[in-house]
């Protein structure tokens, strides 16, 4: 029996040990699983944006956009948003916001706990040739923007400075900001449209035709406006400048880019 009880308990206490073993690897596994877990979740954490309310609310940007601003929000850090533009981008009123602070105030308040900051440059009757000249776009550069918005100068331009030449200030600029700021999204739109333009609506044709042909985003606000040959695309302007109401169209275009309902 002696003989017989060695082994048995030989065996038994290998089947502990194994056992044992088991257990404490499950165990292992079980608290490295929690502490992925943990880990998972306290990076979602540090970020206070709803991603999945993200995919609903970027639904109409492009997929490069969205991906720009997911990276952003994930790693919580600030969005600079630069509008480049004439003065009829900022002639704000004291009841009305022109579109770039409408634009702002939609994504502060839609994007709750992102962190949008916006930047802009109020180039006024400033032909394109002269923002180079005083090199302007270094300055621009210099702010080192997420998002571009760059409404360039045509109205400011016709009549004066060549939709060639234009085009040309315009690489200029873009070339610029890329050394600077080589992950900045670019977006570039007409300014606003007027009443029956002749030249005007062919520089718009060009920079339209250019925008797509080298790769950027072109927001065609001009689809929200009434039709140039309209009479009543007058009740949006006051001269060529947009009035409160051709603000407010405008910016319900490009906030509607911006931030999908």
Request: one cysteine or more; aromatic letters at 10%.
């Amino acid at each position: 029996m002696k003989k017989l009880a060695i082994p048995f308990f030989c065996l038994v206490a290998v089947g502990i040990i194994i056992f044992g073993k088991v257990h404490y690897d499950n165990k292992l596994d079980s608290i490295g699983k929690s502490a992925k877990e943990q880990q998972l979740l306290d990076s979602s954490v540090s970020s206070t944006v709803d991603l999945e309310e993200l995919v609903g609310l970027t639904a109409n940007m492009s997929d490069a956009l969205r991906e720009k601003l997911f990276h952003k929000f994930e790693a919580n850090e600030n969005i600079t948003l630069l509008v480049i533009g004439s003065d009829a981008n900022f002639n704000s009123t004291p009841e009305n916001s022109s579109w770039p602070f409408q634009l702002i105030d939609a994504l502060t308040e839609n994007y709750a706990g992102a962190n949008f900051e916006l930047e802009t440059m109020n180039l006024e009757d400033m032909s394109t040739n002269h923002f180079i000249e005083i090199n302007a776009h270094s300055k621009a550069a210099a702010i080192k923007p997420d998002v571009l918005i760059l409404e360039p100068l045509l109205l400011n331009d016709n009549g004066i400075v060549k939709v060639d030449n234009t085009i040309e200030n315009i690489e200029k600029l873009l070339a610029t900001i890329k050394e600077e700021a080589p992950e900045a999204f670019f977006i570039i739109k007409p300014p606003n449209p007027i009443y029956r333009p002749t030249i005007y609506l062919e520089q718009v044709d060009r920079l339209k035709e250019f925008t797509l042909n080298s790769g950027y985003e072109y927001l065609d606000h001009w689809q929200a406006w009434p039709d140039v040959e309209d009479d009543d695309i007058k009740e949006f302007l006051t001269g060529v400048h947009p009035n409160e109401r051709g603000h407010d169209l405008w910016a319900e275009y490009m906030i509607n880019y911006f931030v999908s309902q």
